[in-house]
């Protein structure tokens, strides 16, 4: 705690925000005094927290934590300590891995299941360099939710309605706004390296800097919260759900992904003259077994299967190949010691720490097991078949059923999320939407 304390003291801060990502990849903690989280012995919160649904309840199976409801204690990452350029006062963030009192790690917790992950690949010899790509949209105010979303009002006074792909000019419409959000990233030492404007009105992609995953997945954390305060700050709205209007595409997080040997830094996805390796090809094999199983992970909210559809910029199928964007796993052309894959199949609703460890696994299991791929593919796949789930709770079925993925992220976790998920689906399926009424009411 001294590294931090010292932090603290150089910048006068009086406000420390403690934060832990919960299951949806949600900020929850505590803020206090400056000088009272220099002398406590570690932040306090139940560990309950991690059954807490995106609707604010909790499953009916609450057996992965104590029933006693204890506390957990929360250890703070020094390498995380960021200000917060927005808040009013000198206050800073801080992200807390979670423990019990005997020391041990809460097996539940988000951030720890990517630890666990990486420890798997540190165990071998080899170290994951990731690097995410979000997707948002920008969108009006709306506080009703019966109400559909619509593009925000920019500078010109106008709203999109056509496609403006990479526009420069659709960009710049909401200058201010992205001025403050540069402001903001760069008080917060966010790597972001691009900003371009997607398909869909409005619809913005950041890309990040190439680094080690937990890095990656805390930025990915702090990027997405600072994305919601920024376009708050200008009266509209910044949305990461997967698929937040019918007639635009979907929103992902492309995930590129390779590894380094931990004794030289060099990638063991390409072999000394230059070709790909077969960590490579197993590593790809890797990503095809298993991403049905790990797509309630990678897809984790009844809203995410809506933007899996044939020809709406998603992938619909495991196929991979060389710089083809239709396929699920994509591999950009690049030099030998930049070879990587770019998994597409994630949403920008995901929790990143999750999603990275759930990619990673994949990829992980078929280097392991020796796996071979199917042959590259270098057509169009939207042309083939489905072969992801198309449903939150098919989904979850995959993943109940696949022992090796689950001896991967811990089996309480596996029940714990299995628990949340089947809760938040419960409750989505109680809501009467309006196409049943439009055509079930008087025609059946």
Known sequence: MSGIDSWLKERRITEVECLVPDMAGTPRGKIMPA????REEGVRLPESLFLQTVTGEYPDDMSTTHPAEIDMVLVPDENTIRVVPWATDMTA???HDCQHHDGSPVEIAPRYILRRVLALFEERGWKPVVAPELEFFLVAKNTDPDYELEPPIGRSGRQETVRQSYSIDAVNEFDPLFDELYDHCDAQELDLDT????????????????????????????????????ALRHDIYATFMAKPMSSEPGSAMHIHQSICNLDNSENIFSNPDGSPSRLFFAYIAGLQKYTPAAMSILAPNVNSYRRIARHDSAPINLQWGYDNRTVGFRVPISAPGARRVENRVAGSDVNPYLAMAASLACGYLGMVEELEPEAPFDADAYDLDYALPRSLDQAMLQLDGCEPLKDVFGHRFVAAYRAI???????????????EREYLLLHV
């Open 93 to 95: 963030q801080v992200i």
């Open 195 to 230: 900003l371009i404007h997607e398909s869909g009105a409005a619809q913005m992609e950041v890309n990040f800097l190439h680094a080690d995953a937990l890095s990656r997945a805390d930025q990915a954390f702090l990027f997405k919260r600072t994305v919601r305060e920024t």
């Open 421 to 435: 998920k089947e809760r938040e689906y419960e409750t989505f399926f109680q809501v009467i939407s309006s196409w």
């Open 35 to 38: 000088h009272r989280f220099v």
